[in-house]
T-cell receptor, first 117, second 114 residues
Framework: ETGVTQSPTHLIKTRGQQVTLRCSSQ?????VSWYQQALGQGPQFIFQ???????GRGNFPPRFSGLQFPNYSSELNVNALELDDSALYLCASSLFVGEPSYNSPLHFGNGTRLTVT | AQKITQTQPGMFVQEKEAVTLDCTYDTSDPSYGLFWYKQPSSGEMIFLIY??????QNATEGRYSLNFQKARKSANLVISASQLGDSAMYFCAMKGRAGTALIFGKGTTLSVSS
């Protein structure tokens, strides 16, 4: 069983730039979600994708966008980077087979640490 | 709105001792799931244990058990026989039937000494 993999592991960008983070879901999983974790805090939900469509979104501006591909891999794009975007970005996958979905644990990758200068 | 509260910023325990990490939650959802995750310094979030709101028995997974008290809205994690490798940040999280987001607490840092 292949786990969730994320790339790159570390990234340094300048304010105003754009960044793309990538994620491969755990084999057999069909749902992917992204979380932002600031230093010393718990992860915050950005959005979730199922069947290549966004089906849930947290309190993040539109400059945070994503994609899910037919093979269930995913991308997180952030435009017009701000200093506060510096964080660990975690991708998680799960298997949705119908409600209730709350009993399906998320499996996380190692994250991408983004630094915006 | 859903909320997770972890009031212990840090906990210290010696090897082979048991430790309880506290978690209280708030939700208006009648159906929900509660989770505990471990995050070592490497950053990966490792799933430990799950408890459903309608589960009659407390969940157990090896050395981990979840002390679920629904009336008190608490879901404490108990780690038995602590090991040095248990040193990490621990997060309590919940997900309701109505939403897609997993809501996390602020975490508790556990330090295990020999």
């Amino acid at each position: 069983e292949t786990g969730v993999t994320q790339s790159p592991t570390h990234l340094i960008k300048t304010r105003g730039q754009q960044v793309t983070l990538r994620c491969s879901s755990q084999s057999g999983h069909n749902t992917v979600s992204w979380y932002q974790q600031a230093l010393g805090q718990g992860p915050q939900f950005i959005f979730q994708y199922y069947r290549e469509e966004e089906n849930g979104r947290g309190n993040f501006p539109p400059r945070f966008s994503g994609l899910q591909f037919p093979n269930y891999s995913s991308e997180l794009n952030v435009n017009a980077l701000e200093l506060d975007d510096s964080a660990l970005y975690l991708c998680a996958s799960s298997l949705f087979v119908g409600e209730p979905s709350y009993n399906s644990p998320l499996h996380f990758g190692n994250g991408t640490r983004l630094t915006v200068t | 709105a859903q909320k997770i509260t972890q009031t212990q910023p840090g906990m210290f325990v010696q090897e082979k001792e048991a430790v309880t990490l506290d978690c209280t939650y708030d939700t208006s959802d009648p159906s929900y799931g509660l989770f505990w995750y471990k995050q070592p310094s490497s950053g990966e979030m490792i799933f430990l244990i799950y408890q459903g709101s309608y589960d009659q028995q407390n969940a157990t997974e090896g050395r981990y058990s979840l002390n679920f008290q629904k009336a008190r809205k608490s879901a404490n994690l108990v780690i038995s026989a602590s090991q040095l490798g248990d040193s990490a940040m621990y997060f309590c999280a919940m997900k309701g039937r109505a939403g897609t987001a997993l809501i996390f607490g602020k975490g508790t840092t556990l330090s295990v000494s020999s």
